[in-house]
């Protein structure tokens, strides 16, 4: 409050000076005494009004002044402050992209060794696989070999006994059937 009365008080002694100096001109002499005169009064006119304003508004000025130069100092370091702990924030957050950076690296790294050992561990089960499924058809192959030959060789002996047959009911006669009766009882008799 004390500085706007200042203010105010020094603005009425301008006004009132200016209506001093104005009231002192005279009017309409032309006369170079006067001339000179009214010169002079009104410079002295001024300096006392300059020496009243400066006298009265000093104080408000230079407290006015030192409180804005305080003002931008107190922004200056805080400026400078918040820099510095922007700059520092901005290291802190350079340093961890940078081991964010490494640790993807490092986990990227490890996930590749990690695909390139299961791709080995799937090819070898994948050999061992076609290996025994090979080992397994080999098995059932040789399976299905020995059943057919089996097959084979009862039906071949089927048919031979077959054919045996028809070739003894074709050939076989009355007198074959007691020759060979009297061939057994001679063979069994020279066993005894």
Partial sequence: MRKHE???????????????????????HDDSGVL???FLWR???????????????????????AGRREGIEKALAAAKKAQAEAEAKFA??????????????E?????RKEGELEQKKI???????????EQDAEKAAALEVAKARTELQREAVQLAVELAEDLLKKNFTKEDDARLIDEYIKKVGDLH
């Fill in 6 to 28: 200042t203010i105010i008080t020094a603005l009425l002694l301008v006004c009132l000076m200016t209506g001093v100096a104005i009231a002192s001109s005279g009017g309409g």
């Fill in 36 to 38: 000179l005169k009214d």
């Fill in 43 to 65: 410079g002295l006119n001024f300096g006392l009004m300059a020496a009243l304003l400066v006298f009265l508004l000093r104080k408000p000025i230079k407290n006015g002044l």
């Fill in 92 to 105: 802190e957050y350079d340093q961890k992209l940078a081991l964010a950076t490494e640790e993807i690296a």
């Fill in 107 to 111: 986990i990227s790294n490890a996930i």
């Fill in 123 to 133: 090819i070898e089960s994948a050999k061992e696989m076609a290996i025994k499924i």
